[in-house]
Structure formats: structure tokens, C-alpha cells
């Protein structure tokens, strides 16, 4: 087959695969960027496609994987990229300077956070931090494990409460608890 005649089979594709880009961008405009970035990697690796397989579905994976190629792309370089003009006191914590006067700061607000719970939270806590088990931390203070459980639960809540300016707006998984 010349490169003319497998052109022209490609772009005899060209419906079939914006629909398909559709599909993956849910956008008219992105899907034609996909359909062009799928149609140019095609032609220029034509010399890749052996004649006699299904060229739609050797389009199909192209286009599949450039999708991805450039879904990855855009995440690495949103995660790396401030968009905006000034950067967010949450944000200073990635700065690109960084000095033991900050995580003093931070120690200094975590001990404060921690001395602020009651010591009903405090002790059961700070045991389960350092290492303990429920069932020692249970035993030392002479309470049932689910009391343990509930204590060091409560404490977090404060906790995250007392810290929130150090939330970075990251996102949670899913999967992840919403307090």
C-alpha cells in the first residue's frame, strides 16, 4: 500500500473518530484536536501499520493513548503551575525556599493544638501516636477499646480543626473519610 492510499483510508476515519474522541473529551473542540493529534501520528507512523489488520482499530488505540499521553501531561503540569497571580498563604507551604524558622512555626502550632485537648483526647492520643495498640492504651487507662477508638477519633476532629489553616486545599480520594 502507497502512503497516498493509506491517507486516504485515514481520512475516510476522520467521522468515525471524532465520535469516538467525543467520548473521551466531551468537547467538540478538544475532540478535533484529538482527531488531528490521532490522524498526524498515524501518517507519520504509517510505515507502523501492517497492512491487512484493522487500521480502525490501530487509529483507535492511537488516538486512546494519546488521550491519555496528554491527560497525564496536563495533570504533572497543573500540579506544578500556580495559576494565579499571588500565591495563597496555604500554598507558601510549597514554596521553593524553605527555612527551619517555618517548621518552627509549624511545631510551635501543633503543640499549642495538642495542649489545647482535653486530657481525655490528650492521653489516649498521644499513646496511640507514640506507637501503643488500642488494646494497651485500653488497659492503661482502664476504659473499654471502643472509648479508646472514639477518644482518638474526637482528637483528630480537633486537631484538624485547630490546624485548618495548614489545609492545602489537596483534594481527598473518594474513598476517604469527609469530616
Known sequence: MTKIEFNTLVLRQASSLRSYALHFTHDADDANDLVQDTMLKAITYYNKFKEGTNLKGWLYTIMKNTFINNYRRFVKMSTFVTKSDEIS???????????????????????????????????????????????EIADHLDIPIGTVKTRIHVARKLLKKNLKAYDNGVAKPVYAENE
Open 89 to 135: 498563604s496555604p500554598n507558601l507551604v510549597f514554596s521553593s525556599t524553605k527555612n527551619q524558622g517555618e517548621s518552627k512555626f509549624v511545631m510551635d502550632d501543633i503543640k499549642r493544638a495538642l495542649d489545647r485537648l482535653p486530657s481525655d483526647y490528650y492521653v489516649p492520643f498521644t499513646m496511640y501516636f507514640e506507637g501503643h495498640k488500642y488494646h
